[in-house]
Nanobody, 118 residues
Framework: QVQLVESGGGLVQAGGSLRLSCAAS????????MGWYRQAPGKQRELVAA???????NIADSVKGRFTISRDNAKNTVYLQMNSLKPEDTAVYYC????????????WGQGTQVTVSS
């Protein structure tokens, strides 16, 4: 089992920046990919960014050029640097991981609220 603890959400004005962190603990050797989804009120959860164990990244078109995902394998932590934030980025952001034997999401973090004011 892997546990995920997120931090770094909050309220920011449009154009501002935030950095989210997600620390994994437990059976971390089983982790393959980690990343972030978000869910805005009344909308489906959508993938924002993901990073594989080798560092290959996948960034949603809606945030490409503004968000960066990185990973510190020694700390079992993934980061989401969010720059030039827009009101439409307002959502609950969920960290997730995928194990080496899985093709889907194995566990979610508790979620952290990001609110961007105009």
């Amino acid at each position: 089992q892997v546990q995920l603890v997120e931090s770094g959400g909050g309220l920011v004005q449009a154009g501002g920046s935030l950095r989210l962190s997600c620390a994994a603990s437990g059976s971390t050797l089983s982790i393959n990919a980690m990343g972030w989804y978000r869910q805005a009120p009344g909308k489906q959860r959508e993938l924002v960014a993901a990073i594989g164990i080798g560092g290959v990244t996948n960034i949603a078109d809606s945030v490409k050029g503004r968000f960066t995902i990185s990973r510190d394998n020694a700390k079992n932590t993934v980061y989401l640097q969010m720059n030039s934030l827009k009101p439409e980025d307002t959502a609950v952001y969920y960290c997730y991981y995928r194990s080496l034997r899985s093709s889907g999401v194995d566990a979610w973090g508790q979620g952290t609220q990001v609110t961007v004011s105009s």
